[in-house]
């Protein structure tokens, strides 16, 4: 088998990593719409709790959106914090490009083992 449950699990991650960013950009692009709660997408425990479940669950992992319940919240109801939401997607960028070069880097391996290079 070419793609393991490693590769797998890379792709998944690249996917959570994907939707994260989409909900901390929606968080910044809100900031400063009243009432906002902030929300974020726990892909981390989603992809712990699929590999206990094996490569079946690994494979048909999602990734949504839930609201952060436990942020603060300002006078105009809005729940989030600029400052914390910019390092928040700066740390899931260097997440995600790290995950993109150790996936790019097993796919060459296998390439050159195959002899497609």
């Known amino acids: 088998m070419l793609i393991d449950t490693t590769q797998i699990a890379l792709e998944r ?5 994907t939707a994260r960013n989409t909900a901390l950009a929606s968080n910044l692009a ?6 906002y709660q902030r929300v974020d997408v726990d892909f981390h ?4 709790a699929a590999m206990g ?7 048909s992992v999602s990734f949504a959106a839930q609201p952060d319940g436990t942020a603060q ?9 600029v400052d914390s939401e910019s390092a928040k997607l700066a740390e899931n960028a260097l997440e995600h490009q ?13 390439e050159i083992a195959i002899g497609k290079r």
């Not at 809100?30 to 009432?35: I, Q, R, S, Y």
């Not at 479940?53 to 494979?59: A, C, F, I, M």
Request: aromatic fraction near 0%; charged fraction near 25%; hydrophobic fraction near 40%.
């Open 13 to 17: 991650a690249i996917e959570g990593t």
């Open 30 to 35: 809100n900031a400063e719409t009243p009432g």
């Open 45 to 48: 425990g989603a992809l712990a």
């Open 53 to 59: 479940g094996g490569e079946g669950r690994l494979e």
């Open 73 to 81: 919240t300002r006078a105009d109801g809005s729940s989030v914090d």
């Open 98 to 110: 790290a995950t993109v070069q150790v996936a790019r880097a097993r796919l060459n391996i296998i």
